[in-house]
T-cell receptor, first 112, second 113 residues
Framework: GESVGLHLPTLSVQEGDNSIINCAYS??????FIWYKQESGKGPQFIID???NMDKRQGQRVTVLLNKTVKHLSLQIAATQPGDSAVYFC???WGGGFKTIFGAGTRLFVKA | DGGITQSPKYLFRKEGQNVTLSCEQN?????MYWYRQDPGQGLRLIYY???????QKGDIAEGYSVSREKKESFPLTVTSAQKNPTAFYLC????????????FGQGTRLTVV
């Protein structure tokens, strides 16, 4: 079946460095790709999304890149801070917003 | 403050008992969702509802039931037919059909012993 997966389950970065979290997807019919952040014991929090007809979208300290040729999605976090430590999920969405598949998540550790 | 409230945060039940997880939102959102999260895995969709008195099965609906009698409330019942009910359950809502941003509650950790 269709799935969203991640290249790395754990990522450790130094405070102040940039972080890059990668994600592979398989559903070519997805309308949107979304990144969520989940802190320990809490529900996921929306970070940013990108429509399937875009290659890049920027938010506050975050950039999402979409490469449809190789079905790859990435989340770049600039100047990573301790508060960025969390599990990051990529997700793909289609069917008018009600069908969303989440990846397994990447745990980001930020070293002080 | 507006948001989604799940209760309780932790829940313990004996095997064979049905249990109902509460989810309430005051965001005036039309759509509501229930997800299950197991360790080291992503979120899997159990049920979703687009409007009051209507709901649809997600990918893993077997052993679960829901109701949507009010816009604000979307309770999930984990029945004895669910073979492996111990998990972290997350409720979410979104403001309109087609919206990509979902707002999640804090989750309920259910342990069946």
């Amino acid at each position: 079946g269709e799935s969203v997966g991640l290249h790395l389950p754990t990522l450790s970065v130094q405070e102040g460095d940039n972080s890059i979290i990668n994600c592979a997807y398989s559903n070519s019919a997805s309308d949107y790709f979304i990144w969520y952040k989940q802190e320990s014991g809490k529900g996921p929090q929306f970070i940013i999304d990108i429509r399937s007809n875009m290659d890049k979208r920027q938010g506050q300290r975050v950039t999402v890149l979409l490469n449809k040729t190789v079905k790859h999605l990435s989340l770049q976090i600039a100047a990573t801070q301790p508060g960025d430590s969390a599990v990051y999920f990529c997700a793909e969405n289609w069917g008018g917003g009600f069908k969303t598949i989440f990846g397994a998540g990447t745990r980001l550790f930020v070293k002080a | 403050d507006g948001g989604i409230t799940q209760s309780p945060k932790y829940l313990f039940r004996k095997e064979g008992q049905n249990v109902t997880l509460s989810c309430e939102q005051n965001l005036n959102h039309d759509a509501m969702y229930w997800y299950r999260q197991d360790p080291g895995q992503g979120l899997r969709l159990i049920y979703y509802s687009q409007i009051v008195n209507d709901f649809q099965k997600g990918d893993i609906a077997e052993g679960y039931s829901v109701s949507r009698e009010k816009k604000e409330s979307f309770p999930l019942t984990v029945t004895s037919a669910q073979k492996n009910p111990t998990a972290f359950y997350l409720c979410a809502s979104s403001p309109r059909q087609g919206a990509t941003e979902a707002f999640f509650g804090q989750g309920t950790r259910l342990t069946v012993v």
